[in-house]
């Protein structure tokens, strides 16, 4: 694996599914694949299981993590190319990349969505610039548009959880939130699961659409009572509107997930990404139920990220 | 040791001080014991001490140590239960626990007094639910009313400066500060020296007697120039009013030790947990005077953690 | 070396510049040398190259590292002597320093020029309690008038990209930028490449000459393309006026390096210690051209580093 930034990136997703299970049955069977090499995990933004889980998978094998809170510990980054830098912004990201090639064998990083320009966001704007320069490995902690490592643990979370020999139906709900949130997850979690042996229902209002790029030939509803009947699981997340982009278009239905609407399904699990917004996005019941995969969830993002870092270490190495 | 969040959570003090002392004559006596397990540092808010004496005992112990700055890094935490996350709050503390409990071997984690609420300070607001969600060992870096790990640190400094046979007579003196100041190191302080061989004296202004229920029977006394009379230690430390919570009534007398009331004492030794205000708390003849022992009780922070956290993994390890 | 915060520290200056080179060849030959110790790296300001390079030469070393944001992180210091610390400020920097004693075997620190008083930052008021307080050997990641662990990168980089018999021509350029930046990286370099068998000249406008004391003798030209002309080596930064201590004084010429400019050298090579500022400092086509050795320089940073930790560990473990 040269980079991982998208379920393209990945040559045969059973496999590394497998590969992650493996490793969380025995998370220390390759302390000296990363010896003598270093990862930076460089944070945009905020994050509490990307960072953590990313610096355990990075320890369990080995590797020396050197963590950069670039807002607050480096310098205000300037991401347009050939701006005259006469205001705010200190280093360009493209410098800041070229060091980091000097100092790391992979990157990592996570750039969120700005939320203010599509074009941007889209277009990648700044994960982009790290696939551009970068002269090593790069592997998005969340960039813009997808949240592959995210997507991972939810592959492996589902593999675990399902036993039957017939496909689970899998629907993606949207859920309340109070201010615009990105479609990275939304968005990659469509585009994974398109990879798996499931069968994938997303359920938003009306005017919340996800990207066509993403979504494809995905069975969209409107409707959240009819998209959840017979779930095997349940991805509860929020969206802003894509079309209208980052509008929140009035939504008169209650989505937020309640034990009343998981009646309604096969005993659905239910699983969210994280952080989650209780009794918003979903209820006290719910994310404290039984059917909450949430925490297991949450703990597979170690396993999926060091199956990742592993790939790449293996690719270095060769 | 199951946890370490009080001196009730010790077994055998004058074993864990003895155990402390030994481990600062050989600090690298036990780096395999941690190898492979993960402790959660956890700062809602700012350390200096504990935040290098805790990595600096991990390290020693082999243990792998995350370090996350709640606030900062992560998300804004919400901590009231059943709360419709519809404000300013991104993760619910108990989301955040579980996740941690997902991640880590030990919690260890620093949550003042908010010093607004009387109730939720006495409650522990914070730590109790640290306490009730973690499967996971949980250590105070301090919590609203208690700082175990700096309690432990001084009684290892008092052993280390005290060769009589007779008790030593210890004074926890208040000193001046310009805002409300928590009551946990004071609290902490009079419960730990309960447990050792000493005799306790307080002595605060009138307004500003300690929670009963930390100070029991120990004599207080409002007037600082007879508590220190023949005092062979004295701890000095602001805390505000408990009775009106948070208050800071008048003081007529000046509380700020000097080398004048120094003289008083039994050339005692003077303690104070750090950061002191210098001039205010305490004269700056004091502080860079030879009766203080503050740095060195700053030292032994990193045996107080290192012991604990060694019994801590002897529990996990059995 | 007993501490490293000027090029009067280094006993040999090719010596050590031959010694990072080998480390550049071999980074991991000495990893056994730090083992036990503790370093810490203590940022009273931002940093992006001298965080991470500082980690990977101390992870090289086989030290422990603890880094500090010491205002994010800690507490707000008073670093005036002699003050009653009754305001924002709530630990002095003496007292941290102390605690740092008894926490490090190594101490590093970055505290750059406040740009506001010259007497303070002349005499060094941060860096100057670091020596004088600090009982283990200091190391400057840079302070407000020197950078000197910027200034062995460079003098490592002027030596591998030359190879001819006579004295390289170096030009140290001032270039424009928008707000009062420090002296510390000019004052440095001029300080350093005195002690290098090259040709120093120093181009800046008038009102902008450096502090004599740190250039000495050294040719200071007024007019840019005439000190440019048949330069080797360019060094590109930024500097407010010294006299008129962090004015701006009005510069009528375009003191930014291009292309054009760069055709009246012997095809000199372009250095910076970065963040630059494109197209203010230097153009887009000098940053991205063939003559830039601006990220080899930034690269060398971890070998500066990694061969002063390692003479200053010589020290210690002798």
């Known amino acids: 694996m040269k980079k991982f930034t998208s379920v393209s990136d990945v040559e045969n997703l059973q496999e590394i599914i497998q590969k992650a299970l493996q490793i969380k049955e025995n998370p220390l069977s390759e302390t000296q694949k990363g010896k003598g090499k270093t990862i930076g995990l460089v944070f945009l933004n905020s ?3 990307t960072r953590l889980s990313s610096q355990i998978a990075a320890q369990n094998l080995g590797l020396n993590v050197l963590t950069l809170n670039a807002a607050q510990e480096a310098w205000n ?3 347009a190319d050939g701006a005259v830098m006469n205001g705010d912004t200190v280093e360009h990201i493209k410098d800041a990349i070229e060091v980091l090639n000097q100092y790391c064998d ?4 996570r750039c969120f969505a700005g939320m203010k320009s599509k074009e941007d966001d889209v ?6 610039q790290f696939l551009q320069h970068a002269k090593v490995p790069v592997i998005s902690l969340e960039s813009a548009t997808r949240h ?14 399902w036993k039957k020999e017939h496909k689970p139906k899998v629907v993606l709900t949207w859920a309340p ?5 990105a479609h990275a997850v939304g968005n990659s979690f469509a585009e994974w699961m398109q990879e798996m042996d499931v069968e994938l ?10 990207d066509k790029n993403f979504t494809k030939d995905v069975k969209v509803i409107h409707n959240q009572d009819e998209a959840l009947k017979d779930a095997d699981f349940i991805y509860v997340k929020n969206w802003s509107s894509f079309d ?8 008169k239905e209650n989505w937020m997930l309640t034990n009343e609407k998981l009646a309604n399904t096969n005993q659905a699990k239910v699983m969210h990404c994280l952080p989650v917004r209780r009794n918003v996005e979903l209820s006290d019941e719910v994310m404290d139920g039984e059917n909450s995969i949430i925490y297991q969830q949450a703990k597979n993002r170690i396993f999926s990220a060091q199956a990742v870092f592993s790939e790449i270490l293996d690719e270095l190495n060769s």
Not at 123 to 128: K, P, R, T, V, Y
Not at 148 to 161: R, Y
Not at 201 to 210: F, K, R
């Open 177 to 181: 939130h109070i201010k615009p949130i």
């Open 148 to 161: 592959p490592l995210q997507s991972l643990a939810d592959c492996i979370t589902i593999t675990e959880n």
């Open 106 to 109: 992979i990157i990592a990083v």
């Open 244 to 251: 209208d982009y980052a509008a929140m278009p009035e939504v």
């Open 77 to 79: 980054l300037e991401f």
């Open 47 to 49: 994050s509490l299981r």
């Open 201 to 210: 229902v997303i359920a938003n209002p009306e005017g919340y659409d996800l």
């Open 123 to 128: 277009n990648e704007s700044i994960l982009s």
